[in-house]
């Protein structure tokens, strides 16, 4: 948590100025009885009207003063506090951009979605309210007390009595309600989390009729949270009338001591009027100060979780003296295998492969065989955890990420675009790329079609590509990846949602660009693959055969069997 402190250290001034006005406003309000109790004594029984209308605008005076102060203090406070925030959601987004994909499937997207919103507003608005009130309110409980006693030590005695009273009252329903806001928070996060994947998969929700469903289960989430904030709202609840009974216990005993003294001529009823305020400000005060905690030690909560998520591992370290392989292949694989957690069963075991500069790789085999676990190995999205993967010689592992990505041009399985134009998303693959060398990319990628229809590269794109379909999303996020000019090219089953002719014509094209690159295609399609210099066959995270399509037609027979299923009747022919 202190940690997290080195990104306030620009508003150290208004870290400090926050309180401090603060202080000021407090000390003027303290003086208020005071003027008061004068009125009364002075004013009132001498029946001096001058000097009554001097205090008043005295009064008036120390409560534009006041006002002046808080407003001050306000904007310091809400300065620092937003700027801390600031500059903490940007650290944790740029850690959040680094992580592995091992690290974010350990987390969870909407954990870190949590993190970046609901837990930082807590800490924001945790922040704001120390600066403001954490030395104000003690300040005025120990002021009152202590005024108290300049005006009468015996009639005083009273707020030595109430202050342990209402503080025991006070920080016992805190500690009581800590925990269970800590509940609540977790809770919270659950609903959250349902909320964000119900909103996801809405359409596959509405598809199979499961709305229902989930509307039930998403009740439940959010009963027992209410349930729980209702619980500590009950707790909570008692801190109003419980207070309140010894306060008003406490003045009873006050004014009669006050009416005792008065009536013996030792104080005066000026006096006793400043002592019934100065307790009613110490009720005030304690009880701002118990919901100031309970707000701190929500935000100390968030904080945490947002330092645990600081304190992950950006990105698997670089590791130099790693073994070098042979530098006239592209990409090699040396017994590399993959285990995605301690104790878990190996996703991919004991693969060895070497592509020279220039091939095409095909990737085939039946669902969760490790087809993309495969060629997320080369960019080292996931890391080898037995053996090795190689680009040009060098360990992945020695090789800085940014680096070894930037030659990299990869097309996952989902097809994402971003909100904007055309152009926009494509010149993420390379942001200095003229429209002639995007155009050739989208020629290469088959998609001049649709970049034509949609009105040029200018053409809007709506958030994930809504107002494309399928395949046309697919030929853009691939013209994405060419736009780089990449040595290496991953099309990870990429091409699904397009039809044969356009496949063929896609492959083709990449056969004959300029500065070929090393190509990886995984597809579920053996017309996709036959024809590229080697295929990778994987069976449950094993490469059951590599070789050419008629190789592994004769001495594979995963291969043959995927390949029957697909080209049944025209085997039954020949």
Not at 67 to 88: H, I
Not at 143 to 168: C, E, H, N, Q, R
Not at 339 to 356: I, P
Not at 519 to 545: K, N
């Amino acid at each position: 948590m202190k940690r997290l402190f080195v990104y306030l250290r620009e508003y150290r001034k208004e870290s400090i100025l926050g309180p401090l006005f603060k202080l000021l406003e407090a000390g003027f309000e303290l003086i208020v009885p005071l003027v008061v109790a004068a009125i009364i004594d002075r004013g009132i029984g001498n029946q001096d009207r001058d000097y009554i209308w001097l205090m008043c605008l005295v009064l008036v005076a120390l409560g534009l003063v006041g006002l002046l102060c808080s407003v001050t203090a306000q904007y310091f406070a809400a300065k620092a506090s937003v700027g801390f925030v600031k500059k903490l959601r940007h650290a944790l987004y740029s850690r959040i951009q680094g992580f592995s994909y091992q690290t974010l499937d350990k987390v969870g997207i909407s954990t870190l979605i949590t993190r970046m919103t609901s837990d930082m507003n807590q800490v924001q608005t945790g922040l704001n309210l120390a600066l403001r009130l954490l030395l104000r309110s003690p300040f005025v409980v120990f002021g009152a007390m202590i005024m108290a006693f300049t005006i009468d030590a015996k009639a005083a005695v009273w707020f030595v009595a109430a202050i342990p009273a209402l503080s025991v009252v006070v920080f016992g329903i805190m500690l009581a309600s800590i925990p269970l806001y800590r509940k609540v928070q977790g809770l919270l996060d659950k609903v959250l989390g349902a909320t964000r994947e119900n909103l996801t998969g809405a359409r596959v929700l509405r598809a199979f009729g499961k709305e229902d469903t989930e509307i039930a289960a998403f009740e439940e989430k959010n009963e027992a949270l209410t349930a729980m904030q209702k619980y500590v709202g009950r707790i909570s609840a008692l801190m109003n009338p419980v207070t309140y009974v010894i306060i008003n216990l406490a003045i009873l005993f006050l004014i009669h001591t006050g009416a005792v003294r008065v009536e013996a001529g030792i104080i005066t009823q000026g006096a006793v009027v400043a002592l019934y305020n100065y307790m009613s400000q110490i009720l005030v005060e304690l009880i701002k100060l118990a919901n100031l905690i309970i707000n701190i030690t929500k935000s100390v909560a968030c904080a945490k979780r947002i330092q645990n998520v600081l304190d992950m591992p950006a990105g698997e370290p670089v590791k130099r003296d790693l073994p070098k392989g042979d530098g006239k292949y592209r990409v090699q694989f040396i017994h590399a295998g993959i285990r995605y957690s301690e104790g878990a069963d190996a996703s991919l075991t004991d693969v060895s492969l070497s592509v020279l500069p220039g091939e095409t790789v095909g990737v085939i085999g039946g669902t969760g065989s490790g087809k993309s676990t495969f060629v997320n190995l080369i960019p080292r999205f996931y890391e080898a955890t037995e053996g090795q993967v190689l680009v040009d010689g060098i360990d992945v592992r020695a090789m800085e990420p940014e680096a070894l990505r930037a030659r990299i041009g990869i097309v996952p399985q989902k097809a994402v675009l971003f909100q904007g134009t055309i152009r926009e998303n494509l010149q993420w693959g390379n942001e200095a790329a003229t429209d002639e060398e995007i155009m050739q990319a989208v020629r290469i990628a088959q998609a001049e079609d649709v970049v034509v229809s949609k009105g040029g590269l200018d053409a809007r794109i709506e958030q994930a590509g809504r107002n494309l379909s399928g395949g046309q999303r697919q030929r853009l996020t691939i013209a994405r990846a060419l736009v780089r000019r990449p040595d290496i090219l991953i099309l990870d089953d990429s091409s699904s949602a397009l039809d044969f002719a356009t496949d063929a014509a896609l492959r083709k094209a990449l056969r004959e660009m300029d500065g070929r690159p090393t190509v990886f295609i995984v597809s579920q399609r053996t017309s996709s693959i036959q024809h590229a210099d080697q295929i990778v066959v994987l069976d449950d995270g094993r490469a059951v055969g590599v070789g050419t399509h008629l190789d592994l037609l004769e001495t594979c027979p995963v291969y043959r069997e995927i390949y029957d299923s697909q080209f049944k009747k025209e085997a039954a022919r020949a």
